[in-house]
């Protein structure tokens, strides 16, 4: 499976992949070397432990490098009337009678429970494209779906998370 990702996205994990190959990387082997100096391994708690530290490490750089070469890059522009990626929407629910909402981003920032809705869930999929008034259907499951109103989409959402990564 592709993971849907923005040329942001894909420049923030080449950066995190190029600092743990020059900084966490070099830190790690110190670690283990300086645990291996200690003597007797099979009972030397710091050496399994930065043996664990160096794995995890190296991990995380072939998982971030394989999502990177099997990424799917989507554009994060949309039109000024439309919902598109970063935007925070604003939805009603009238079989709730609530309003919810919700900031469109893609699948590996997804987190439902912090309000983040990936481009590829049924809610992002239904969203995504739509403009303010627009009424839509999310088709949750086969025999489940329901309704909802975009009451509003603010794109200075996006604007205000470039600005906190910038400090």
């Known amino acids: 499976m592709y993971d849907n990702l923005t040329k942001d996205d894909i420049k923030k994990m080449q950066e995190e992949i190029e600092y743990r190959k020059l900084v966490v990387r070099k830190e790690a ?8 100096a200690q003597g007797d391994l099979s009972e030397n708690f710091e050496y ?7 794995n995890r490490n190296e991990s995380r750089i ?9 990424a799917r890059i989507v554009s994060d522009e949309s039109k000024s009337d439309e919902v598109g990626l970063g935007d925070r929407v604003e939805l009603y629910i ?11 981003v893609t699948t590996v920032r997804g ?9 590829d869930s ?11 008034g627009d009424k839509v259907y999310i088709k949750v499951n086969d025999t489940y779906g329901y309704e909802a109103e975009i009451r509003s989409i603010d794109k200075t959402a996006k604007e205000e998370e470039d600005q906190l990564r910038s400090y």
């Open 48 to 54: 399994k432990a930065a043996k664990q530290d160096k």
């Open 122 to 132: 049924p809610l992002g999929k239904a969203i995504k494209g739509r403009k303010t």
């Open 111 to 119: 987190n439902s429970m912090k309000g983040l809705i990936s481009i």
């Open 62 to 70: 072939r998982y971030l490098e394989k999502m990177i070469k099997t």
């Open 94 to 104: 009238p079989e709730d009678d609530e309003t919810e909402s919700y900031k469109l």
């Open 29 to 36: 082997l110190e670690a283990v070397k300086e645990a291996r």
